[in-house]
């Protein structure tokens, strides 16, 4: 395992401070993969059987040793804090990356039942995977388990959710892959007609499903949105800015796992504690 995430401890290092000190699990992983271009490469394509990202789950683990080391603090669920140890260490060099992954692991402080490799690459088995990723993992399942009409009645929920009005499911063949149509209200003067696409995806969007799904929106909308359980390429996110037509926005799965979290669609949030041993050595 210390040889697998070993390579991630210092991007992370790099992305928290970059990023103010704390960020979330996403921004995370979107700092480190461009830091080391990685984005639309297919290593960020692959997944566990499980339907979650091996690169985020990689990027867990190293947030795990990271805690156990004292370089990232615990105490804030769903978001990522340096400690002062972590705000004033430079960069590690790979010894003593290599020492602090390997002593962590001699003395337990990472849990043995989480100890399994994050990616072996001759057994693609669903390996254990750190506990915020866990219930992610879980809802992309979830969702790529409904069948086509109900992901559809789903997105037109947390379209609605999300201050939408006027949401329909269409889903009518033949109709250039609209799957529904809404209106989403910027004041009450101006408001815009939007067209969604659904699909349940465990591959990438390609860039000429972008073209076709604009293809039926022309004249009809002046944006739309293709929502997808999988992930869009990076030819399929040119097509959707491209200049001169009209704007798509792509919301791929982690994507949707965030609309989720934010709006707890689905989600029953819960509160756990961790020990603050620091507070309890005072009364030693």
Same mark, same amino acid.
């Not at 602090?100 to 690459?121: C, F, N």
């Given at each position: 395992?210390?040889?697998?995430?070993?390579?991630?401890?210092?991007?992370?290092?790099?992305?928290?401070?970059?990023?103010?000190?704390?960020?979330?699990?996403?921004?995370?992983?979107?700092?480190?993969?461009?830091?080391?271009?990685?984005?639309?490469?297919?290593?960020?394509?692959?997944?566990?059987?499980?339907?979650?990202?091996?690169?985020?789950?990689?990027?867990?683990?190293?947030?795990?040793?990271?805690?156990?080391?004292?370089?990232?603090?615990?105490?804030?669920?769903?978001?990522?804090?340096?400690?002062?140890?972590?705000?004033?260490?430079?960069?590690?060099?790979?010894?003593?990356?290599?020492?602090?992954?390997?002593?962590?692991?001699?003395?337990?402080?990472?849990?043995?039942?989480?100890?399994?490799?994050?990616?072996?690459?001759?057994? %693609?088995?669903?390996? $254990? &995977?750190?506990?915020?990723?866990?219930? !992610?993992?879980?809802? /992309?399942?979830?969702?790529? =388990? *409904?069948?086509?009409?109900?992901?559809?009645?789903?997105?037109?929920?947390?379209?609605?959710?999300?201050?939408?009005?006027?949401?329909?499911?269409?889903?009518?063949?033949?109709?250039?892959?609209?799957?529904?149509?809404?209106?989403?209200?910027?004041?009450?003067?101006?408001?815009?007609?939007?067209?969604?696409?659904?699909?349940?995806?465990?591959?990438?969007?390609?860039?000429?499903?972008?073209?076709?799904?604009?293809?039926?929106?022309?004249?009809?909308?002046?944006?739309?949105?293709?929502?997808?359980?999988?992930?869009?390429?990076?030819?399929?996110?040119?097509?959707?800015?491209? %200049?001169?037509?009209? $704007? &798509?926005?792509?919301?791929?799965?982690? !994507?949707?796992?965030? /609309?989720?979290?934010?709006? =707890? *669609?689905?989600?029953?949030?819960?509160?756990?504690?961790?020990?603050?041993?620091?507070?309890?050595?005072?009364?030693?």
């Amino acid at each position: 395992m210390a040889q697998i995430i070993g390579q991630y401890v210092n991007p992370v290092l790099e992305a928290l401070r970059s990023l103010g000190g704390s960020a979330r699990p996403g921004e995370v992983c979107e700092y480190v993969a461009n830091r080391l271009g990685l984005v639309g490469s297919p290593v960020m394509e692959e997944t566990l059987k499980s339907g979650v990202s091996k690169f985020e789950n990689k990027i867990a683990w190293v947030r795990q040793y990271l805690v156990a080391a004292g370089y990232i603090d615990n105490s804030t669920r769903g978001v990522w804090s340096l400690t002062d140890k972590g705000k004033n260490s430079g960069p590690l060099s790979e010894r003593q990356i290599g020492e602090m992954l390997l002593e962590i692991q001699r003395q337990g402080k990472v849990l043995r039942e989480q100890r399994a490799d994050p990616e072996d690459e001759d057994d %693609d088995s669903d390996e $254990p &995977i750190p506990e915020q990723l866990d219930y !992610r993992a879980q809802l /992309l399942t979830t969702l790529r =388990e *409904l069948s086509p009409s109900g992901f559809e009645q789903l997105c037109q929920r947390l379209l609605r959710e999300s201050g939408f009005e006027q949401v329909t499911v269409t889903g009518k063949s033949g109709d250039g892959g609209i799957d529904g149509i809404g209106v989403l209200r910027v004041n009450p003067f101006v408001a815009f007609k939007v067209l969604f696409q659904c699909k349940r995806y465990t591959r990438s969007v390609s860039p000429s499903e972008i073209r076709d799904f604009r293809g039926g929106m022309l004249g009809r909308a002046d944006k739309g949105i293709f929502l997808t359980t999988g992930t869009f390429s990076v030819q399929a996110h040119g097509e959707a800015i491209r %200049d001169g037509v009209p $704007p &798509i926005e792509l919301v791929d799965g982690e !994507r949707l796992i965030k /609309l989720f979290e934010s709006l =707890e *669609l689905g989600l029953a949030p819960r509160t756990t504690y961790d020990v603050d041993a620091a507070f309890f050595e005072q009364f030693r």
